[in-house]
């Protein structure tokens, strides 16, 4: 094997080209329709006040290397520790992609397109390009990424006044025209919403904001020092037993060290539950297990208080029923969680701030929508992503592992779960990287 195409730069893709260099594997061509690849959404639509939920000493990039980050850190930016801006995350992963490039320019291409079809054959695949353009590769990595939220059913964003509806949730004018008697509902109350009432603020918004979620469950902080304890045996692949394991270690090592001591079993736990044990972990135990697991920066969390303080921001739990244009702005009808009657807001703005969607028949994106059509990918049996072996082979529609398209990141997530930080698409790529290296010499060597 001598090529390999990745699709999406962003931290998977990314890091996926870096590792093969690393493991001096098949040279790598890297495909982003973005026009600065290595950042990804995650650390380039970021504002300044937006800062990693995960502490600077695990964001290494490299799994065998866990303090490269903190050495980084100290060179470029020694003011900062703990947590820090996204951005300056995104500086780390560009100049790691820049060094690996000039390092070995004939092994690492970059080709700024959108891909939006793949045809595998028995001996490679070729990619089509929006540009019209086609590209040749031996196997193909998809790293596209979340999707993009979805619109909650009852909004119809034509329906009602320009400006009212911001779909892009991190876009710079999601305050502009806003005054301070306006208010802003934000749909999703979890970490897009965080970020969403920081920039909202940081933007000179004073009006009010409002964050509707069926639960109204807001991530939980960090503390300011971790408190590590671990696990001996991994508990039982069962929701309702995973629960009662996690409150009694609770009592003995506080709730945010039972949660994290789960990390080195989540996997494994993952993969030997039961279909309906998964799908009743996401039913009833998802939305618990996001705000735990997923934390916010202690200060980030400070901010966030504050401005509930203020009464510039509510979290409410309830439905949301309809939207309507209304003047110049929308009225919103939603349930409250646990009552039968229906209450009502004017809002200025709507902001989806519903989270990555996973279900790739709902996906509007041309290369998703194609895969699927011609069944070389299928959905996961939850619904959650792109269904692949525990190796990160893709799954056909009809079953067939496919040697030559691989799957890497958060779509991921039907297979392996905890998939979504860098700590664990760090370690994916990683071992992605030594197969295909492997496979690599075993071709060089005629084997
Ligand atoms: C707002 C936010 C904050 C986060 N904060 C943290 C954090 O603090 N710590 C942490 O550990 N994790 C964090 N994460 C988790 C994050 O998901 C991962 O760290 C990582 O960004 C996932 O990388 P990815 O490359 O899979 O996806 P993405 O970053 O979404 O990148 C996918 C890339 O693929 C490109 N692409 C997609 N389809 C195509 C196509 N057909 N052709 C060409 N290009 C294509 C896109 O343009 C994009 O650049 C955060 C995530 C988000 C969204």
């Excluded at 409150?247 to 080195?264: K, M, T, Y």
């Excluded at 969680?337 to 989270?355: H, Q």
């Amino acid at each position: 094997m001598d090529h390999v195409a990745i699709i999406g730069g962003g931290f998977s893709g990314t890091l996926q080209a870096i590792n093969l260099l690393r493991h001096d594997g098949p040279r790598a061509t890297l495909i982003e329709r973005q026009a600065v690849p290595g950042r990804g959404v995650a650390y380039s639509t970021a504002h300044p006040d937006h800062l990693l939920n995960v502490r600077a000493g695990n964001m290494s990039a490299l799994p065998q290397d866990p303090e490269h980050f903190i050495r980084w850190l100290a060179r470029r930016r020694p003011d900062l520790s703990g947590f820090v801006p996204r951005l300056v995350y995104g500086d780390y992963l560009a100049e790691l992609l820049a060094e690996a490039c000039a390092a070995a320019p004939d092994r690492l291409a970059i080709v700024h397109d959108e891909a939006d079809d793949v045809a595998l054959s028995s001996d490679g695949a070729v990619i089509s390009l929006a540009s019209g353009k086609r590209l040749s590769a031996d196997l193909v990595i998809l790293a596209p990424g979340n999707l993009p939220p979805h619109i909650p059913r009852p909004l119809d964003p034509a329906a009602l006044p320009a400006g009212s509806f911001a779909a892009e949730p991190w876009s710079a004018d999601v305050a502009d025209g806003l005054g301070p008697d306006d208010t802003v509902l934000i749909v999703g109350s979890g970490l897009t919403m965080v970020d969403i009432a920081l920039l909202l603020d940081a933007r000179g918004f004073r009006g009010r904001m409002v964050a509707l979620s069926r639960r109204g469950l807001a991530p939980r902080a960090h503390a300011d020092a971790a408190i590590p304890s671990s696990l001996d045996v991994r508990p039982p692949p069962h929701a309702v037993a995973l629960l009662r394991h996690v409150r009694d270690r609770s009592r003995e090592v506080g709730w945010r060290s039972a949660v994290d001591e789960l990390r080195p079993y989540t996997e494994s736990l993952w993969q030997a539950a039961s279909l309906p044990e998964r799908e009743r972990f996401l039913r009833h135990l998802r939305a618990w297990w996001d705000v735990h697991r997923h934390r916010i920066a202690p200060q980030v969390a400070t901010r966030i208080e504050a401005l509930r303080k203020e009464g510039r921001l509510d979290i409410v739990a309830g439905k949301l029923e309809a939207a309507e244009a209304h003047g110049d702005g929308t009225r919103v009808r939603y349930r409250p969680r646990g009552t039968i009657e229906t209450a009502t807001i004017d809002v200025r703005r709507i902001v989806n701030a519903t989270g990555p969607q996973g279900n790739v028949e709902r996906s509007e994106q041309p290369l998703i929508q194609r895969l699927l059509a011609r069944g070389m990918i299928r959905p996961d049996p939850l619904r959650i992503g792109i269904d692949v072996t525990t190796q990160s082979e893709v799954i056909d529609a009809r079953g067939n592992v496919q040697d030559r398209l691989l799957a890497l990141g958060p779509m991921t997530r039907g297979t392996f779960w905890e998939i979504v930080a860098v700590p664990d698409i760090r370690r994916q790529t990683w071992s992605v990287a030594r197969k295909l290296a492997n496979a690599h010499w075993v071709g060089g060597e005629g084997l």
